[in-house]
Structure formats: C-alpha cells, structure tokens
C-alpha cells in the first residue's frame, strides 16, 4: 500500500516526554578505616570499591569541597556516567561523610539529575543508620524515578498501529473508516502528547484534579484509536491522582485524631490513628511518612505491652 509523503515523514518522528531512567542509586558512608562502605544500594548491580574511593577523592580533592560533581569514568563502550552528591556533618562529635550517586546511562548529562539527588538526600540522609534502609532506597527510588519518567509516549509506536489497523479496514472494504483512522493518525498523537505535557507539568504544581482530567482526556483518544492497553494504563493513572487530595485530608486528619488520643493518654486509639495515617500514606506513595507513622504506632505498642508486663508482675497473684 502507498502511504503519502506527509504520512511516511509522520512515521518517523519519535517522541520521548520526560527524562531517562538513571542505572542506579548508590548510597556510600565514610568509615575511618575501611574508606568508604556502600549502605544501600537500588537496584542491586556491582559496584566498584575502588570506583567509590576515585569519587571520594574527587569530590575532596579541592578547597571548599565540591557539593555535586558531573564524573564520567572510561571511554567508548566502557563509559560510566555519574552524577555525584556530598555532604559533610557532625554528629556526637563525630564527622559524618555521605555520597548520593546516580549510575547513569552514556547518553544522560549528570548536571541533569542534582535536583533528583537533593531530593534523594533529603529523604535518605536521617536515616543512613536505619535497619530498613535498603527497603526505604528501594521504594524511593522507584517513586521518584517513575515520576521522573512517568510519560514515556512513542509516537512512531502509536501510529504504526493506527496505519495496520486502517490497512486491515481497506482489506475488509471498509474505506470510510480506514480513511476515518488515517486522518486521526495526523492529529491524535501529538495532541496526546500535547495533554501528557500538561498533565506533568500539573503534577509538578500539585494540582493533582488537572492532571487527572488531563490524563483522563488522553485516555479517551486512545479509545477512539483502539489502543485500549495504553487508554486503561492513563484511566488509572487519572483515578489515582483524583484521589490525592482526599487521600491528604484524611491522613491529615488521622494524624490530628492520634495527637488528640495521645492529650487524652488513650495510647490503644493513638495507634488505630497513626496505623491508618501509615496506611494513606502507602496510597499516597509516600515511604518516608509511612515508615514514620508505623514506628510511631509500633513504639506505643511496644510502651502499652511493656505497662503490661510491670502490672502483671505486680498483680498480687505474682507476688503469692
């Protein structure tokens, strides 16, 4: 089948919305004999000794120290991408150095990413001690990558489909709708991508309804289009971030029931209320405040078991 000029040109355009995906985040402490240790570490890939020892070094190496550097290791098929972060404090006396990097992939430009890696260490930098760690790196890492690269359309995907779909309606005779589908391959992707941009940049100011109401309309053109995979994808994504700022209100609200419990010394209540406030909070992807609520519920749960193990061994039964 011939294709006109304009819709062989159209095939060819590829458009990516959002940024790469970094390899991985690595985060190093410093040990005063061992150099630096890793602590955790997402995904679970290798990671050089001395590779850590050569960013160490390059961040130090100057005066003042350099807070984020953009490092790249080898050449060719062998090139290592890092965007690296630093940071140095006191704690009981005791100097505290940490590294945040980001293993990246040859084509990404570390500077991209400093935002990423304040984020990361605002988020991870109390809890570099924390038994759960790993588990804390993990899940965000996967939040704050996914948001990074949560629209990843391909244009070139998209119509291809619509050209196959329209090519098996002329095949079955149907040439009002073949036709119909060729001239919404002209207009509906790049209006698709069109609504994700605004659907993003909506995220990124909160206003979470927008966003959903934006994705929601690129669901419904994928509808007209048949590509009902991709349409229920952006469905869900729009229901979910409708129920953001109700999801907020209620935890909100949880967490003013639990301090109101705690004014009253109803501990048993507390926890209910910081359990469910550690429950909106997993809805909410929001790992960091989930963890700090359950170790709240978990530490009055574990003062309520320990009263009653002293008024147990001080029941007159016991001391008979």
Known sequence: ????????????????????MPRALIILDWDRI?????????????????LAMKIFMAHTAQEPIETQLALQFGSGETT?????????????????RHLFILLLNPEEN???????????????????????????????????????ISISFDIEELSNKIIERSKQLLDQGEIQKAQSLISK????????????????????????????????????????????????????KAEKLKKIPTLQKERKEYIENAIKALKKIDFSEAIEWYEAAAKRSKEL????????????????????????????????????
Do not use: C
């Open 185 to 236: 391959a002209k207009v509906i992707p790049s209006k698709i991508v069109e609504l994700l941009q605004l659907a993003e940049n909506a995220v990124k100011e909160k206003k979470y309804i927008i966003a959903g109401n934006y994705y929601e309309s690129a669901s419904k053109l994928l509808l007209e289009v048949d590509e009902t995979t991709l349409m229920q994808q952006y469905h869900e």
């Open 1 to 20: 089948m011939y294709f006109p000029i304009w819709l062989q040109q159209f095939l060819k355009v590829l458009v990516i919305i959002g940024e790469f």
């Open 80 to 96: 290592i991408k890092i965007a690296s972060r630093f940071t140095q404090f006191k704690e009981k006396g005791i100097m505290r």
């Open 34 to 50: 061992k150099g630096p240790v890793v602590k955790a570490k997402y995904p679970e890939i290798d990671f050089d000794p001395d």
């Open 110 to 148: 570390p500077k991209e990413f400093f935002k990423l890696l304040e984020e990361f260490e605002k988020n991870l930098k109390s809890e570099i001690d924390a038994s759960y760690l790993p588990e804390l790196v993990k899940n965000i890492y996967i939040q704050k990558t996914s948001s990074q």
């Open 285 to 320: 992807d929001d790992e960091i405040k989930a963890v700090e609520y359950t170790k709240k519920a978990e530490a009055l749960a574990a003062f309520l078991e320990a009263e009653r193990e002293s008024k147990l061994k001080e029941s007159p039964e016991n001391n008979n």
